[in-house]
């Protein structure tokens, strides 16, 4: 059965992640490390309905460990805004704009949860997240543009009102 799922979708994993990462030898490094725990779960195979979804939500958790790592860099006091440094006040800014984000999306079941943060990242598209769900890409699509509103509203209702520079980037929130 591994076997199997290797022959059928490896190529697709390490697409999905060279996609991701843009460099082709981390893609396969993720790819493989998402077959080893497939093979280490092997026993489980017989019970699951759907190897695909299965397959890529191990290969959306190994890349979210994979990004999750990436930013666990050392900060030194260089990296640290200043108290006056203005990008450091948006930064701060920013932040509270995503914790605030972060806070409304935790009130959706866990499944969905992680799919919102995957799309909000763009680091799952939603044809993506309409595949692993198993979902018509159309019923898919208007479930994440219905959570876009619900969550724009409570937004503007709990956290803030964003900012926007020229260019429609958000640079902090002005407070309710």
Request: proline residues 0%; without cysteine.
């Given at each position: 059965m591994t076997q199997q799922l290797w022959l059928e979708h490896s190529d697709r994993i390490c697409n999905y992640f060279k996609k991701r990462t843009g460099n082709e030898p981390l893609a396969c490094d993720?790819?493989?490390?998402t077959f080893k725990k497939v093979i280490d779960h092997r026993d489980k195979l017989e019970d699951i309905d759907n190897h695909k979804a299965?397959?890529?939500?191990?290969?959306?958790n190994k890349f979210i460990d994979y990004t999750q790592k990436k930013k666990e860099v050392p900060l030194s006091d260089s990296t640290l805004p200043q108290e006056n440094d203005k990008k450091g006040e948006h930064?701060?800014?920013i932040r509270s704009v995503a914790d605030c984000l972060y806070q409304l999306i935790q009130e959706?079941?866990?499944e969905d949860?992680?799919?919102l943060i995957q799309i909000f990242r763009k680091s799952l598209t939603q044809k993506e997240g309409a595949q692993y769900l198993d979902l018509p890409y159309s019923t898919f699509k208007s479930r994440i543009q219905k959570a876009r509103k619900e969550i724009a509203r409570e937004f503007d209702k709990r956290c803030c009102q964003l900012k926007y520079n020229r260019d429609g980037h958000i640079i902090g929130c002005s407070s309710i």
């Open positions: 993720l790819m493989q490390d299965w397959l890529y939500r191990i290969a959306q930064s701060a800014e959706y079941d866990e949860q992680e799919l």
